[in-house]
DNA sequence: CGGATGGTTGATAGCAATCAAGCACAGTGG
DNA sequence: CCACTGTGCTTGATTGCTATCAACCATCCG
């Protein structure tokens, strides 16, 4: 590994409370890789041999079962991904590819299993990373089951205008079927439910979205810190409050859930 | 806390292979209370105060929006909940409530964070329950968006069978109308489809379900280890094979997923 | 200029939700 | 002992959201 390298990444959030004995230990056969685009890095199944941390380009998270498949996330810098197989060393629950050139850590699962037994800062690191895991794929699995495609759509959209700083005009970062698929629907009906949103408040232009209209967007999918995500000090909405015991669980139309 | 509780408590994965001084730490302020059924625990949004380990019982983790509500888990002995919360002291994604009386040993969130750093041992317990969490969640998430609600039926059954030692006759733990939430739809259509599986293999009798041919149920749908969960020892699929990448991703007809 | 890929649109089918009863069962109270 | 009532479950009719199938367009690229 390249001493700028060893530099940069001892800088990572992951890294960078724990002991300097401790990061040469985990350090020990970690190298970082540069891979082209649409490259598959692994399969579901597999070992979990490294645990894997993106340090430029981003990677998609996809699973598979009878010839179905869906995205399950893209992971940007600096994130990692399949924390948790490789803490259990077991196989992982996704496969990961390249989405344009990128460059990922690779640091051997058994020696992050070592060194967080004799590192607390490095075992905290590593608990509240794997924490936030959770929380996302808990978020995630929320809001397939509470919202239909429009209002995921319309979540998603005010949610990429957070990560933008809120701004009211910003481009897609992945392309639309990656979306559609992360959000658990069609290419087709992403196109048509997107399209749809020009009576909220969305324009479109290619994969420049402005939101002509945010009070709008708002009323077509009200976000909510616990699935949205924690975007800090979001003035919306965020409102989860106590529902009034009704006599027998109501339903609002239009969406699954349950009784 | 009655001394009982304490030897029983200390028996636990997550706190049996712990020093004895961490474990007195961790006991400081922790009590164990029964609760009658149906009762409210907490609600989602709530700061996370009490890792809560269910000891008897049952409890059911939902979440809601908008008058939408759904099961995300339930949980039984000796499992444990909202550890991601209390690790990153951030409100609770889903709210609980028991389903039948239950008891429940409440351990304050400040003591997990603090001993974790001081027990190594206790920080790995801790570190792959969560890791598990992560996991679990991760499947079920795959489970609603690779599969129908036919095969998501089927699934639990199997599944279910697998929990009851591979019988062939077992009777549902929960509710139908909380599983037909769990699995993302509605008690109707559940009620509906579950009828349907007569035609593979499926006898109902009430709460009674009897396997009269597994192997059609496995073909309403093939179980797999990346989605149904570890069950030890299963001879039946587990199969995940990497698929011949196809000139353009072939979906399969039926269900949603992407391209 | 093909050819591949991503995106869009239209037509159609189908799965799943909604609305509305009706049934079964348990607990309660007369 | 038996209405009475609440709850869970089932069934039927209907609506409608979402997937599927099939073109077609735009862009990029060799």
Redesign the pocket.
């Given at each position: 590994m390249r001493a700028e390298d060893f530099d940069e990444v001892r800088r990572l959030p992951l890294f960078r409370s724990m002991r300097p004995a401790s990061f040469q230990a985990v350090m020990q056969g970690t190298y970082a890789q540069r891979f082209p685009p649409r490259l598959d890095l692994f399969r579901q199944g597999q070992g979990a041999d490294f645990l894997h941390v993106v340090l430029e380009g981003s990677v998609e998270l996809f699973a598979d079962w009878q010839g179905a498949s869906t995205t399950m996330a893209v992971v940007r810098p600096v994130g990692t991904f399949i924390l948790a197989a490789c803490i259990r060393d077991l196989p992982y629950l996704m496969s990961a590819r390249t989405l344009e050139q990128t460059r990922i850590l690779l640091v051997p699962a058994p020696g992050i299993r070592a060194v967080f037994r004799e590192d607390a800062e490095f075992a905290v690191s590593i608990v509240e990373e794997l924490a936030e895991a959770f929380r996302s794929m808990a978020r995630h699995a929320k809001n397939l089951k509470l919202r239909?495609?429009?209002e995921r759509i319309a979540g998603y959209l005010l949610e990429q205008s957070e990560l933008a700083g809120r701004a009211d005009r910003f481009v897609l970062q992945v392309?639309?079927?990656?979306v559609a698929s992360y959000l658990?629907?069609?290419?087709?009906?992403?196109?048509?439910?997107?399209?749809s949103l020009a009576m909220d408040g969305v324009e479109?232009k290619g994969q420049t979205v402005t939101i002509t209209d945010r009070a709008a967007l708002v009323r077509a999918c009200p976000n909510d810190m616990l699935i949205d995500g924690p975007n800090p000090d979001a003035t919306g909405g965020g409102l989860t409050l106590p529902r009034p015991a009704l006599?027998?669980e109501r339903?609002?139309?239009?969406?699954?859930g349950q009784g």
């Open positions: 239909n495609s429009r392309e639309k079927r990656l658990g629907m069609t290419a087709e009906n992403f196109s048509r439910a997107l399209r479109l006599p027998r339903r609002r139309k239009g969406r699954p």
